[in-house]
């Protein structure tokens, strides 16, 4: 049976298992992975016994804005409505506060997964491209 659980102790190598079999969030060390998990406003996690089997991040400034990140479901367990349960627990609390912006990246071939869900695709999001940055003078 898959469990959902909430909050930030999850062990760095339990995620890093999980991340490694996903191509974008593969290859990220244990000690940023703790770090970027302990600075998570909203940790969301799927469990099949002691196996680490989904995530979803949340990052808020708690009153307006909030966007999910890692929404990473096991290989081996996708198509099992596992991603839609940890969509639904990560997305709920701020849905029930009234949040004006949810917002997330889709990865390609992922946008079905989240128009299903009610996102919408947004003709002015916008992503750096950090080798355009106009550095600022030293
Ligand atoms: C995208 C992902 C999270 C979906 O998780 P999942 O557990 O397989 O999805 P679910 O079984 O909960 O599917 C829920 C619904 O979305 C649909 N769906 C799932 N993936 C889809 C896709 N890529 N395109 C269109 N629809 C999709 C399912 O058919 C299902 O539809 P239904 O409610 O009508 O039955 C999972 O495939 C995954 O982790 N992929 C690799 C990592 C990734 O790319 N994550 C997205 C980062 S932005």
Known sequence: MIE??????VAAHDIKALWDKIAFSRGRDPETIRLAVEETD??????DGDRLVAT???ITDGAFYATLWDVIVDP????????KLVMQ????????RNFSFIALYAAE??????????????????????SQWPKSPD
């Open 89 to 96: 627990r990560a997305v709920e609390p701020f849905l029930d």
């Open 4 to 9: 959902i659980r909430t909050g930030p102790a």
């Open 56 to 58: 979803a991040r949340v």
């Open 109 to 130: 071939g992922k946008e079905g997964f989240y128009t299903k869900l009610g996102f919408d695709a947004h003709p002015r999001g916008m992503k750096l491209k950090e």
């Open 76 to 83: 081996e367990y996708q198509g099992q409505g596992i991603g």
């Open 42 to 47: 909203w940790f969301v996690h799927a469990w």
